[in-house]
């Protein structure tokens, strides 16, 4: 059984960082991908960042040039580092792994940037 857990989230200002991790109960080697998602209030769950294989990039557009996920075999982490956040930021940020057709989840962190 895969276990992610995420932490990191908070209440940033605009303009501010934040950076979230999630940490695997096991071997990260096998996934195929791991990535964050986000969802708003009222929105549904969107892709904010993938790494594949464990060298390609994928970013959704409204992130380009601010977030940056890594990816750490030898601790079993993947990482989001958010800079120049917006409000428009705000969602809970979940972990994500996918490991042949099986895809994990974490519980979700709170991401609010707000003055």
């Known amino acids: 059984q895969v276990q992610l857990v995420e932490s990191g989230g908070g209440l940033v200002q605009p303009g501010g960082s934040l950076r979230l991790s999630c940490a695997a109960s096991?071997?990260?080697?096998?996934?195929?991908?791991m990535g964050w998602y986000r969802q708003a209030p009222g929105k549904q769950r969107e892709l904010v960042a993938v790494?594949?294989?464990?060298?390609?990039?994928k970013y959704a557009d409204s992130v380009k040039g601010r977030f940056t996920i890594s990816r750490d075999n030898a601790v079993n982490k993947v990482s989001l580092q958010m800079s120049s956040l917006k409000p428009e930021d705000t969602a809970v940020y979940y972990c994500?792994?996918?490991?042949?057709?099986?895809?994990?989840w974490g519980q979700g962190t709170q991401v609010t940037v707000s003055s």
């Open positions: 790494i594949i294989s464990g060298a390609l990039t």
């Open positions: 096991g071997s990260i080697f096998s996934f195929n991908a």
């Open positions: 994500n792994a996918v490991r042949g057709g099986t895809i994990h």
